[in-house]
């Protein structure tokens, strides 16, 4: 597809022979971006059928994020270990594995009956999950002579941008059509398909440097780190943050845990995690900006079928439809971005991507309660052409300068930092959301004071519709009373929705000057060379 862009520079057709599995490449490229989907797809699927798990379960907003955010720490505890795992165990029963794994956990997952029983499957199926991501990436990189690498990626990349945005979609229609277990039953006819393919067509990689000890006390410290700080991000906000001594004795294990586990990687002679990869200054930007993009991406796409549903009264499958334009938006973009990889510069391009991005947010922040369909077409379609602009220059720029040995460890260190990036925005925007309606709904009532002539008047107008239709007195006052707070309610969620969303938008503007400081050389016709060293 066009002309290769910046690649590995382990990965010039000069010093690679062709891959064995080269024949089988488009097979392979298939079979891991169906793996791909299904691991992305399910962390955004759940979104829609919130409300409904919140009923069925009996949950709050905030221990319902745990569903979504399990699995995504999960998914951010595999991710960097994939590289190791897939050299461990050998990459074509590893990714075969993984599929299994995950394949079983979404049975269970739609059998919850509890939300403690659900939170632990979708963890179990993060599990799996994780591996699929980094591990698809690698083997792309590997069987794909450099020339192809914009077709490869932009098949890949499809999986990974449109899976999270088409994911409330196709989640509102099974939710509404069936019910909300049947998004983890969809996983398993396609989840068998996968998993038969991989274990025809994929081999293991010919750059794996098999380790024979297992690094237990850095996925230890590495699972005790994140775990623990994801949960301080989760209950900071019910707990009052610091003024909590859980939450101080939380912040305090997780660090003290990854400052351990980083020296611990730095100083093993058997490393879990390549740490050292982030010397290069052109990937570790590369990961910072993609935990940017993770982060708004993730958040936005947890609070838009909340508002949807909670404040204009959106079905989930209406929630979806309102949604699938953008997803189509990013597939085109992405699309189109694949045959431009290497003929231009991808920085400039990313960039308008942000700005985009963040436009589509300050659109976002103008929706009101009475917004309808039409009004959400133009702003999200922005946002998915936005995601497009992004994606694929980032993704191709971040390992650009490294080693084809180092790319299975390197991609799995990307994959977390969007991963750990998306977990951070779906707790922050749960948490922030709280916040500004309690914020907003004070500021409203102070403007609705007991005995105000306005106040009453408003309420003797309602008193005597209900009274017309049989109601005594008293209980029309109480009827009166409780609809004007519920449409306080109302409008104070409307505020604090429109300041999210502008949040988010002014926190994807800080990738810029990241872009900008990123190297991009273009690459020689043909692949014969590589893009940096």
Request: proline share 5%; with cysteine.
């Amino acid at each position: 597809v066009g002309m290769a862009g910046p690649v590995p520079s382990g990965a010039s057709t000069a010093t690679r022979d062709p891959d064995p599995s080269y024949p089988y490449r488009w097979i392979i490229a298939i079979t891991v971006t169906l793996a791909s989907i299904l691991e992305i797809l399910d962390t955004s699927i759940v979104n829609v059928a919130v409300p409904h798990m919140m009923g069925s379960l009996g949950a709050t907003l905030d221990q319902i994020t745990w569903v979504s955010t399990g699995y995504i720490v999960a998914n951010v505890i595999v991710l960097p270990v994939t590289g190791w795992m897939s050299s461990y165990f050998g990459r074509r029963r590893y990714f075969a594995g993984s599929i299994a794994l995950f394949t079983i956990a979404s049975v269970l997952c739609g059998n919850a009956h509890s939300l403690t029983e659900l939170v632990v499957f979708r963890i179990i199926q993060g599990l799996g999950g994780g591996a699929l991501l980094s591990t698809a990436q690698a083997t792309l990189y590997e069987v794909f002579p450099p020339e192809e690498y914009g077709g490869a990626m932009a098949i890949f990349g499809l999986g990974v941008m449109v899976g999270p945005t088409l994911g409330p979609t196709l989640g509102g229609w099974i939710t509404d059509t069936w019910s909300w277990p049947w998004i983890f039953y969809i996983n398993v006819p396609f989840g068998a398909l996968a998993f038969v393919l991989s274990l025809t067509y994929i081999r293991d990689s010919r750059w794996a440097r098999r380790v024979a000890s297992v690094d237990w006390l850095g996925l230890a410290l590495l699972a005790t780190g994140i775990g623990t700080l994801q949960t301080m991000l989760e209950r900071g906000e019910r707990l009052e943050w610091f003024a909590s001594r859980e939450i101080v004795t939380l912040l305090v294990v997780g660090v003290c845990s990854l400052v351990a586990f980083v020296w611990h990687e730095l100083t093993t002679e058997h490393p879990v995690i390549q740490l050292r990869i982030f010397s290069n200054r052109q990937f570790a930007t590369g990961c910072v900006v993609g935990m940017i993009l993770g982060l708004c991406l993730y958040a936005t796409v947890f609070v838009l079928p909340v508002y949807l549903q909670s404040s204009l009264g959106f079905t989930a499958n209406q929630t979806g439809m309102v949604i699938l334009p953008g997803a189509l938006a990013s597939a085109f973009t992405m699309a189109i971005m694949a045959r431009q990889l290497g003929r231009v510069d991808g920085r400039p391009i990313a960039i308008i991507g942000a700005v985009m991005f963040a436009f589509a947010m300050w659109q976002w922040s103008h929706f009101t309660l009475q917004s309808g369909t039409d009004d959400f077409f133009g702003p999200l379609v922005v946002r998915g052409v936005a995601l497009g602009l992004v994606f694929i220059p980032l993704n191709n720029l971040a390992v650009a300068e490294l080693p084809m040995s180092q790319i299975g460890a390197a991609t799995g260190l990307y994959n977390l930092m969007r991963q750990l990036g998306g977990s951070i925005g779906i707790a922050l925007s749960a948490n922030v959301l709280t916040r500004f309606i309690a914020e907003a709904r004070a500021a409203l009532v102070t403007h609705l004071p007991v005995g105000d002539p306005q106040v009453e008047t408003r309420l003797q107008g309602m008193m005597r519709e209900m009274m017309n239709h049989g109601a005594t007195p008293a209980m029309a006052r109480a009827r009166a009373l409780g609809g004007m707070a519920r449409e306080v309610q109302r409008q104070a969620s409307m505020l604090a929705f429109e300041k999210v969303f502008l949040l988010f938008g002014v926190a994807f503007l800080l990738a810029v000057p990241l872009i900008m400081s990123l190297r991009w050389r273009p690459a020689a016709r043909g692949g014969g060379g590589s893009a940096a060293h």
